[in-house]
């Protein structure tokens, strides 16, 4: 466990559902991040929030809508999906980095999201 | 872009010998850290290695970076079966967002018993 949790594990979506996908870390960390998993594919980052601010949304389709109550909980709302939007969906969180650069980042164990 | 390479894509060795994956970046970076991922799951943090180290062990894995060649690799000694998974270099790009990585596509790693 890296103290860091994603519910759900699995999902199975209509492209024409609304559902979210909720990330929860306990580790005072200070900034927090969705990734997407494709097979084949780098790991592509879709969101970063650093002190409940998104510091940066990478050109992500806004069928995808994240949400950082505090600094514990991320969300993301789904609505409208595409098949092609079947992949891992991975949550991280770290402490922000200084000078030395980004540090470690600790993952939950994802949700793998299929679009029908 | 900045993203890391991992070299081989896929690495099948015998339970007990040693496994080298190698990692290619593009710009100057702070750090540059290694993520082990088993099949559909998040990925676990290895080791972290900063711009101005050369080399840095942790129990059997040992991480070389040289900058002049934009390169690192991680060395998995006596593999185990355990050690089953795939192994991703990431980096960040110096002045970019604090926090952000690249991560590559990683190196299937299978170690047969």
């Known amino acids: 466990e890296t103290g860091v949790t994603q519910t759900p594990r699995h999902l199975v979506m209509g492209m024409t559902n609304k559902k979210s996908l909720k990330c929860e870390q306990h580790l005072g960390h200070n900034a927090m991040y969705w990734y997407k998993q494709s097979a084949k594919k780098p790991l592509e980052l879709m969101f970063v929030?650093?002190?409940?601010?998104?510091?940066e949304n990478n050109s992500v389709p806004s069928r995808f809508s994240p949400e950082c109550p505090n600094s514990s909980h991320l969300f993301l709302h789904l609505h409208t999906l595409q098949p092609e939007d079947s992949a891992l969906y991975l949550c991280a969180s770290s402490t922000q980095g200084l000078a030395g650069g980004p540090l470690e980042q600790f993952f939950g164990p994802g949700t793998r999201l299929t679009v029908l | 872009s900045q993203q890391g390479e991992e070299d081989p894509q896929a690495l099948s060795i015998q339970e007990g010998e040693n496994a080298t994956m190698n990692c290619s970046y593009k710009?100057?970076?702070?750090?540059l850290q290694w993520y082990r991922q088993n099949s559909g799951r998040g990925l676990v943090h290895l080791i972290l290695?900063?711009?101005?180290?050369r080399e840095k062990h942790s129990g059997r894995l040992r991480v070389t970076l040289d900058t002049s060649k934009k390169s690192s690799s991680l060395l998995i000694t006596a593999s185990r079966a355990a050690d089953t998974a795939s192994y991703f270099c990431a980096t960040d790009a110096r002045g970019s967002t604090l926090g952000r990585l690249y991560f590559g596509r990683g190196t299937q790693l299978t170690v047969w018993p």
């Open positions: 929030y650093s002190l409940e601010e998104r510091v």
């Open positions: 290695i900063r711009s101005n180290e």
């Open positions: 710009t100057s970076i702070n750090n």
